[in-house]
Nanobody, 121 residues
Framework: QVQLVESGGGLVQPGGSLRLSCAAS????????MEWYRQAPGKERELVAG???????NYADSVKARFTISRDNAKNTVYLQMNSLKIEDTAVYYC???????????????WGQGTQVTVSS
């Protein structure tokens, strides 16, 4: 089992920036894809950005050119740098990871507990 712990959420004014972190721990052989999702009140959870273990990234159209996903494989940590934040970016942000366990069985998936991001003036 892999535990994911997010940090870095908070309250920011429109146009501001935040950096989210998500650290994975547990009996891991390797982590494949890592993603950030978000869920706003009354809305479904949506994919914000993803990154493969090779560093290939993808983004939701709504955050392209404003958000940047990155990862540190040595630390099993994924980051989300969020710039030019808008009120509509307000949501609970969750990280997710797909991984192979210590005996190299793959196909597992874990979720973090979420961190609140509020963009408000």
């Amino acid at each position: 089992q892999v535990q994911l712990v997010e940090s870095g959420g908070g309250l920011v004014q429109p146009g501001g920036s935040l950096r989210l972190s998500c650290a994975a721990s547990g009996r891991i052989f390797n982590i494949n894809g890592m993603e950030w999702y978000r869920q706003a009140p009354g809305k479904e959870r949506e994919l914000v950005a993803g990154i493969t273990d090779a560093g290939v990234t993808n983004y939701a159209d709504s955050v392209k050119a404003r958000f940047t996903i990155s990862r540190d494989n040595a630390k099993n940590t994924v980051y989300l740098q969020m710039n030019s934040l808008k009120i509509e970016d307000t949501a609970v942000y969750y990280c997710a990871a797909s991984y192979c366990n210590i005996i190299r069985i793959c196909g597992f998936r874990s979720w973090g507990q979420g961190t609140q991001v509020t963009v408000s003036s």
